[in-house]
């Protein structure tokens, strides 16, 4: 029987030792991404070729205003988003990366000098530790100590999903969020799959059923997972097809707030939100999940959870609400909003078709 040790061992040795650049994957499942929106892909031009070599993610879980936040990257490798992120939180803001593998950190710590001095910045704002990301206290990291965390096709590679969904949970500031690319897959796995090393390594053997990770966000904290893109996980590998047989899986990309006051379904008290414009990415137009999309100066329909999600969140300078919660209507039925049916090709991409 695996043990979460085995497990780690598999994954640490697999990303540290055996593969040398993500050409070496069997699979695309952990580089399952469309093309960035231009606001990453023009920093991704400044972050450094031995990082970007070794990098191995399913998406581009990056989200919009972090100017001056405290990030966390969970299983940051090589630190590709670490270095991307760096730049969008400004010398006021500070990134740490955390990663159990010694030879990914290796690569991520002798470009910091490098990446301060292209940014501009007069010292570096990040830093790398090597840990567990289902032991947040052993890395130094308090309670309520962070704005966001994300991260990028790793928590599938932990043995523990629980433990490390609830650290995230214990670490982040009230109002802050997990915000997360990763891989699910549409039924519970046979235990021979899921405790392939190969097939756990390439992050396919440890995709939970997605109905399950779902419900287990929801029950330790993160009650109403928003999705902001997802898109088919296509396997180029003729002995990996055979092993998982039927099986689908998907690289999703969620946006789970800690806000404890949210409601367990979507709630209608006449509440109207109307974006007031100035997020660096979505000046027109801002997505807060696949369905609920905000273009300047248009009121929108909004349930008490998008409400609390958009005005007791980093994003409330960019938006007004009005009314209140004197008068319950009943359930919302939180579909689309009218800018996201407008602007349905528009949607910034977080994760997409394969490209690998």
Same mark, same amino acid.
């Given at each position: 029987?695996?043990? %979460?040790?085995?497990?780690?061992?598999?994954?640490?040795?697999?990303?540290?030792?055996?593969?040398?650049?993500?050409?070496?994957?069997?699979?695309?499942?952990?580089?399952?991404?469309?093309?960035?929106?231009?606001?990453?892909?023009? @920093?991704?031009?400044?972050?450094?070729? &031995?990082?970007?070599?070794?990098?191995?993610?399913?998406?581009?879980?990056?989200?919009?205003?972090?100017?001056?936040?405290?990030?966390?990257?969970?299983?940051?490798?090589?630190?590709?988003?670490?270095?991307?992120?760096?730049?969008?939180?400004?010398?006021?803001?500070?990134?740490?990366?955390?990663?159990?593998?010694?030879?990914?950190?290796?690569?991520? @710590?002798?470009?910091?000098?490098?990446?301060?001095?292209?940014?501009?910045?007069?010292?570096?704002?990040?830093?790398?530790?090597?840990?567990? /990301?289902?032991?947040?206290?052993?890395?130094?990291?308090? &309670?309520?100590? /962070? %704005?966001? /965390?994300?991260?990028?096709?790793?928590?599938?590679?932990?043995?523990?999903?629980?433990?490390?969904?609830?650290?995230?949970?214990?670490?982040?500031?009230?109002?802050?969020?997990?915000?997360?690319?990763?891989?699910?897959? &549409? @039924?519970?796995?046979?235990?021979?799959?899921?405790? =392939?090393?190969?097939?756990?390594?390439?992050?396919?053997?440890?995709?939970?059923?997605?109905?399950?990770? *779902?419900?287990?966000?929801?029950?330790?904290?993160?009650? &109403?997972?928003?999705?902001?893109?997802?898109?088919?996980?296509?396997?180029?590998?003729?002995?990996?097809?055979?092993?998982?047989? =039927?099986?689908?899986?998907?690289?999703?990309?969620?946006?789970?707030?800690?806000?404890?006051?949210? %409601?367990?379904?979507?709630? %209608?008290?006449?509440?109207?939100?109307?974006?007031?414009?100035?997020?660096?990415?979505?000046?027109?137009?801002?997505?807060?999940?696949?369905?609920?999309?905000?273009?300047?100066?248009?009121?929108?329909?909004?349930?008490?959870?998008?409400?609390?999600?958009?005005?007791?969140?980093?994003?409330?300078?960019?938006? *007004?609400?009005?009314? =209140? @919660?004197?008068?319950?209507?009943?359930?919302?039925?939180?579909?689309?909003?009218?800018?996201?049916?407008?602007?349905?090709?528009?949607?910034?991409?977080?994760?997409?078709?394969?490209?690998?």
């Amino acid at each position: 029987m695996n043990t %979460d040790a085995s497990v780690r061992e598999w994954v640490s040795d697999y990303y540290g030792k055996l593969l040398k650049s993500s050409e070496d994957l069997k699979t695309n499942a952990c580089c399952a991404t469309g093309a960035p929106p231009e606001w990453i892909s023009s @920093r991704l031009e400044h972050v450094h070729g &031995d990082v970007l070599e070794r990098f191995y993610g399913c998406g581009f879980p990056i989200p919009q205003g972090l100017e001056g936040l405290r990030v966390l990257d969970l299983g940051c490798g090589t630190g590709r988003d670490v270095y991307v992120i760096s730049q969008l939180v400004g010398e006021s803001g500070e990134v740490i990366g955390l990663d159990m593998t010694a030879e990914q950190l290796e690569v991520a @710590r002798r470009t910091q000098g490098w990446h301060a001095d292209r940014f501009g910045f007069s010292k570096p704002n990040t830093k790398f530790v090597q840990g567990y /990301i289902e032991d947040l206290a052993s890395a130094g990291i308090e &309670d309520g100590s /962070i %704005d966001v /965390i994300v991260s990028n096709c790793v928590v599938n590679l932990s043995p523990r999903k629980d433990i490390v969904l609830a650290e995230a949970y214990r670490v982040l500031a009230e109002g802050g969020e997990f915000y997360l690319s990763d891989v699910v897959v &549409d @039924r519970r796995l046979d235990p021979e799959l899921a405790n =392939d090393p190969v097939l756990h390594s390439e992050c396919l053997g440890g995709a939970m059923y997605r109905a399950d990770f *779902e419900h287990l966000v929801r029950q330790i904290g993160f009650v &109403d997972p928003r999705v902001m893109t997802e898109a088919p996980i296509t396997i180029q590998n003729d002995e990996i097809i055979e092993k998982v047989g =039927d099986a689908t899986f998907q690289s999703v990309t969620y946006r789970l707030f800690k806000l404890p006051g949210l %409601d367990h379904r979507c709630e %209608d008290y006449g509440e109207m939100a109307t974006y007031k414009g100035g997020v660096l990415g979505g000046e027109e137009v801002f997505w807060l999940d696949q369905n609920h999309a905000f273009e300047v100066g248009r009121p929108e329909s909004v349930c008490t959870n998008t409400a609390d999600m958009l005005m007791k969140t980093r994003f409330a300078e960019y938006f *007004e609400l009005e009314g =209140d @919660r004197s008068t319950h209507l009943g359930p919302h039925t939180c579909g689309l909003t009218d800018a996201a049916r407008e602007h349905a090709d528009q949607k910034a991409p977080s994760c997409g078709p394969s490209c690998c």
